[in-house]
């Protein structure tokens, strides 16, 4: 027959600055209880603990913002079992089959323990790192229109035509930027501009890391 493998179940509930875990036995009973730092270092230190228990170690995080994603990692890079739980349906399931209402680091690894933990899906480290650059890229994209929108109403302001095909084009900015408008339209066009220039000249995020 088959042994089965024990293991020390942890349940962490994450929070900004801190996280609070509980080490929780094959049997049920808590052996730890610790406050540790939101950081990678208070995540290793929690492994280190849990392993002076039993070197095989599964844990669950209750998620906060993104306030997860450090400790998740770094557990993952622990070659810990880890997983993200569903705050709603792991409150549905605590209620429904364990009669716990507060979801807490103890219920989190009591429900770990049980295999009870409605699981959020987490996707790769990888495309979670494109998803944050198609992010960033489509946030810069939104600042250039804007300050092109808040250039334009300058212009419309003064009733300012032009013949430029590109407006923001070469000739077209050298032409915004020798305007001579009264104060303060003058100092905001010319900020505006400026704006935009350190836009333009970002690093460009290569198509083959999106």
Known sequence: MKEVEMSIYVGIDVHKRFCQAALMD???????????ENTVEGAHRLVNLARSVNPHVKAVLEPSANYWLKIY????????????????????????????????????????????????????????????????RASLMRMRVEI???????????????????????????WLRNLQLPTPDHQILQSNLQILETLNSSSPIPERML
């Open 73 to 136: 990692d770094k557990l993952e890079d622990e070659g810990v079992e880890v997983k993200l739980s569903n705050p709603s349906r792991t409150k549905a399931i605590a209620e429904a089959r364990v009669k716990m209402d507060k979801i807490d680091a103890k219920t989190l690894a009591y429900l770990l323990r049980g295999d009870l933990v409605a699981e959020s899906y987490v996707p790769t480290r990888k495309n979670r790192e494109r998803r944050s650059l198609i992010r960033h």
């Open 26 to 36: 094959e049997d049920g009973a808590i052996l730890h209880e610790l406050k540790f």
């Open 148 to 174: 092109k929108n808040r250039i334009h109403a300058i212009l419309d302001k003064h009733d300012l035509p032009y013949d430029y095909t590109d407006l923001f084009g070469k000739q077209g900015v050298e």
